[in-house]
RNA sequence: GCCCCCAUCGUCCAGAGGCCUAGGACGCCGCCCUUUCAAGGCGGUAACGGGGAUUCGAAUUCCCCUGGGGGCACCA
C-alpha cells in the first residue's frame, strides 16, 4: 500500500447527532473502519452539527457509546462542527472575496413564488441575487455561485464515472442569514482541512458531489475520492425508515445481538468476500474487504439472516463468556441452577434475550402456563401420564434425582402407556414450564428439583380436572 | 417536472465473453437425527426485467425501453 509514495488514507464518519445510530450509518462507520484499518489509514470521526435547531449535544455520547460498542474505534476527534464555526465562516468570506458566493435576501417562499410565476416546474433558486451585490445584514444569506454551463464530473471509487450538467447545479446557499454553515460548506471545508483521502459515504449524498466539488474547487485545494455505498432498503425497497423499522442499533444491542455477528452482518451488505465464506472474524474481513468490489445497487437490512449470524455467534462463545453476556438480559441473578442449564440454553438461543424465555420457570413459583401449549398438551392420556409421573417421581429419593433417572421413569410410564417419549413428555413439560418448548426436560427437571416438580404436577393434574 | 444512480434465486452476495445445464449463504419445503424446541446432517425449491446491437460465442460489452431507488431546503 502506498507505494506510490501517497499519503495513507484518511477517511471520516460524519453522523449527525440524532440519537440512536440507524443501522445504514452504522455500515457506513463500518466500511470507513474497515477501509482505514486494510489501508492503514486514519478514521476520523466527525460529528455534524451545525444545524442548531436540530442538533442535539446531549446525543453525542450516545453516538460514540453506540461505535464504541460495534468496535469501529476511531482515531482521530471526534471533531464537532458546531466547534469550528470561524473555520466556515473564514471560507465563505473567502468565497465571497473571490467572487464565488454573493449575498441572497430571498426567502424560500420568495423562491417558490418566482418559480411558480414563471410556470417552471424544477424547484430550486433562479439566481436573482446574483448581482445584486446585497451588503451583509441579519437577514441575508449567501449563496454559491454555479456555473451555467459545462458539467461536473467525478470518478466514484464504486459506481465509476458520474457526471451532471453544471446547469443543473442551481445555486446554493452555504451560509445561513445567521451566520451559520450550511452542511455543504461546513462538511467540504471540513473533508479539505481534515486532509480526507476518501469519502465514503451512502448514495443519498451522491447527488451533492457537484455542489460540494464547485465549493471545494473554488477554494483552492486537492479533492478527495469519493464511495458512494449502495442504500440500505426495506423489504419495499425504499430507503429504511424510521417510521416502519427497527432501525436504530441500540434496538438490535438491547435485544441481546452481538457487536461482532452484527458488524459481520453488515459488512455483507453490500459487499461479499470472494471465497463465499460470509461468517468470519472481522480481522479476516479488512484483509479481504475491497472499496472497489462493493455492489451498486442497494441491499435489504434483512433480520433473519441477521438473527442466524447472532445464533452462530453466540454458540459459538465459550460457556463462560455465554454467561457473562446473558446476564444483563435475565430479570434475576445468574445462579447455580442457570449455569447447569446454560449449555443447553446457549445451544437454542438466537440472542441473549431469548434466554430468559427458556429458564423463567425455575424462578417463579408457578409455572405461568401457556394456554395453546395447555391445550395441545393436556388431550388424550395427559391425566394418566401426571398421575403415574406423581406417584413415581415422588418415589425418586433425593440422591437418585436427576435426568438420567428422571429419563428412564418417564420412558417406562410412557411404554406402559402405549406412548412414545415425546408424547409422554409434553403434559409434564406443560404442567411444570408452563409451555411447549424449552430446554431439554429432565434436564429442567432435575434442576428444578423434586418437590417443586411434584407440585407442578399435581397442581396441573387437579387443574386438568377428573378424568 | 428535472437531474443522478441502480437492475442475477423471495433476500444478501459470486459471476469482470466461452470454466454457467448460473455458484454460495439466509429463508422456505422435505427427509434424517431426536426428550419438546433448537442445533446438526442430507436433499429440494428458486434468478440473469424486455428488446436490439457487437461477437463464432453474452448474465458478463454497447444502445433503447421498462422497472426501482435517490436527490432537487437558510436539514444532514
Known amino acids: 500500500m502506498a507505494s506510490d509514495g501517497a499519503e495513507a488514507p484518511r477517511v471520516r464518519f460524519s453522523p449527525a447527532p440524532s440519537g440512536n445510530l440507524h443501522v445504514g450509518s452504522a455500515r457506513t462507520a463500518l466500511f470507513n473502519w474497515i477501509h482505514a484499518r486494510k489501508t492503514g489509514g486514519t478514521f476520523i470521526l466527525r460529528i455534524e452539527d451545525t444545524d442548531a435547531a436540530t442538533a442535539r449535544p446531549e446525543l453525542v455520547d450516545q453516538v460514540l457509546d453506540t461505535l464504541r460498542w460495534l468496535g469501529t474505534e476511531w482515531d482521530e476527534g471526534p471533531y464537532r462542527q458546531s466547534e469550528r464555526a470561524d473555520l466556515y465562516t473564514a471560507a465563505v468570506d473567502k ?16 423562491v417558490d413564488a418566482r418559480a411558480q410565476a414563471a410556470g417552471r416546474k424544477t424547484p430550486g433558486y433562479d439566481g436573482f441575487c446574483r448581482d445584486r451585490e446585497l451588503p451583509a445584514a441579519t437577514s441575508t444569506a449567501v449563496r454559491f455561485r454555479t456555473p451555467d454551463d459545462g458539467e461536473v464530473a467525478f470518478d466514484d471509487v464504486i459506481r465509476g464515472h458520474v457526471s451532471f ?115 468470519r472474524p472481522m480481522g ?14 442497494g441491499a435489504f437490512f434483512d ?61 417463579r413459583d408457578e409455572p405461568e402456563i401457556d394456554p395453546a401449549s395447555w391445550d395441545k398438551a393436556m388431550q388424550g392420556p395427559a391425566a394418566e401420564v401426571l398421575d403415574a409421573a406423581i406417584a413415581e417421581f415422588e418415589g425418586v429419593d433425593a440422591a437418585g434425582w436427576n435426568s438420567g433417572r428422571l429419563h428412564e ?9 402405549g406412548l412414545k417419549l415425546a408424547k409422554a413428555q409434553a403434559p409434564v413439560r406443560v404442567a411444570v414450564t408452563g409451555k411447549s418448548v424449552g430446554p431439554p426436560l429432565f434436564e429442567s427437571l432435575e434442576v428444578l428439583g423434586r418437590d417443586a416438580t411434584v407440585a407442578r404436577l399435581r397442581a396441573a393434574r387437579s387443574r386438568l380436572g377428573p378424568s
Open 95 to 110: 468565497l465571497l472575496a473571490n467572487g464565488s458566493a454573493y449575498r441572497c435576501d430571498c426567502t424560500t417562499e420568495d
Open 165 to 279: 450538467p453544471a446547469a443543473d447545479v442551481v445555486d446554493f446557499v452555504i451560509q445561513r442569514a445567521d451566520g451559520s454553515a450550511i452542511f455543504l460548506l461546513a462538511n467540504a471545508v471540513d473533508d479539505l482541512d481534515m486532509r480526507v483521502t476518501h469519502v465514503i459515504r451512502g448514495e443519498d449524498l451522491l447527488n451533492t458531489v457537484p455542489k460540494q466539488l464547485l465549493v471545494m474547487q473554488a477554494l483552492g485545494h486537492d479533492l478527495p475520492v469519493y464511495a458512494h455505498l449502495p442504500l440500505l432498503v426495506d423489504e419495499g425497497r425504499k430507503k429504511l425508515s424510521k417510521r416502519r423499522h427497527s432501525v436504530g442499533v441500540n434496538e438490535y444491542r438491547e435485544r441481546g445481538y452481538l457487536p461482532a455477528a452484527f458488524t459481520n452482518f453488515l459488512a455483507t451488505l453490500g459487499w461479499g468476500p470472494p471465497d463465499g465464506v460470509e461468517i
Open 284 to 297: 479476516e474481513i479488512v484483509e479481504l474487504f475491497e472499496l472497489a468490489d462493493v455492489t451498486k445497487s
Open 303 to 363: 433480520a433473519k439472516k441477521l438473527d442466524h449470524f447472532n445464533g452462530e455467534y453466540l454458540r459459538a462463545l465459550d460457556l463462560d463468556a455465554f454467561v457473562e453476556g446473558v446476564a444483563r438480559f435475565l430479570p434475576f441473578a445468574i445462579d447455580d441452577r442457570f449455569r447447569t442449564l446454560a449449555p443447553l440454553v446457549q445451544e437454542r438461543c438466537v440472542t441473549f434475550a431469548d434466554a430468559g424465555e427458556m429458564v423463567e420457570f425455575l424462578y
Open 409 to 417: 421413569v418417564l420412558a417406562a410410564i410412557g411404554e406402559r402407556l
